[in-house]
């Protein structure tokens, strides 16, 4: 973990227990040292951010997620570099930024990816189309594959922006870590995307009951 992992992670963690009364379940499914994906679902612009910070400050790791380009800009895209994320643009299968991605991967990093690609427009109506990009870096480099429910940042951040009114209550949240999916030998990309999304739709129910949403 670089210098603005060590001071950012334990940082943006606190910021985010002051946002949310949050639960963690799974963590120990990340393993300490070793190529690993995390594969989350995504429901705000707050997912990487609170992930990574959970992710580094309870498994010493720190997270290389596939982010969109545009935001690499000013400072925000400073700091970006700094943490070693990966620039993607989105929606041109950006090949070079998944072969950035394999590479991290194989060679022992745990990588980030949200592989329904945007944030959806309502969590409610479920897990959206899973992209190939997940098993474009998760079968050439095999390591294994963890899914990551989320729940809850949407009440503060969704789709369509900061909703200021919502910092006034602390909502419910959830991360939970699934058991890790290591693809099978010939396996094709859409058995293993369906794989995924079966363990996915487990973990962001989990996560769901667990931020106390039981609508």
Known sequence: MGWIWIVGAP???LLAMVVFRMRIEGIHH?????????AANHLSVLDGPVLSAVTGVHR??????????EVFRGAVGWVLRQARQIPIRRGSGDSGALDAAVEAASNGSCVGIFPEGHVGDDPRTGVQRIRSGLTRIALPSAAPVVPVGIWGTHEVWPRSGLVPASLLRRHGSAIVYGEALVPHPNESPTAFRERYRVALEATVSRARTLAGDGA
């Not at 990340?30 to 995390?38: A, E, K, Q, Y």
């Open 60 to 69: 010493r790791r720190a997270t290389r997620n596939l982010v969109a380009a």
């Open 30 to 38: 990340v393993p300490p040292s070793g190529g690993v994906i995390l």
């Open 11 to 13: 940082l943006v963690r």
